[in-house]
């Protein structure tokens, strides 16, 4: 189970480093990080991550997919974990 937690970690801070990276270059009007790119690092359990750098630095919160979506996918990903582990 440390392994997994370790990961989860590493992605979800490599998410947030992502979000402000793509806030910091959306500000300088200059090439961004592909809403994709973000949405996949969320799936691959990054949910955490996205979700606070969107309250954080206030990045992407006028997205409907950002704003309903990331909820959804950190609550499947809640839920797979209990189910996982009670299992």
């Not at 691959?44 to 206030?58: D, W």
């Not at 499947?76 to 009670?86: E, N």
Request: glycine residues 6%.
């Amino acid at each position: 189970m440390k392994p997994f937690i370790c990961y989860l970690c590493i992605i979800n801070a490599l998410t947030l480093a992502l979000m402000l990276i793509d806030k910091r270059k959306a500000k300088r009007k200059r090439w961004r990080i592909k809403e994709g790119t973000l949405m996949c690092s969320a799936i691959f359990g990054g949910s955490i991550g996205i979700l606070l750098g969107m309250y954080l630095f206030r990045h992407k919160t006028k997205h409907l997919q950002f704003t309903v979506g990331i909820p959804i996918i950190l609550t499947v990903q809640v839920l797979m974990l209990c189910f996982i582990t009670l299992a």
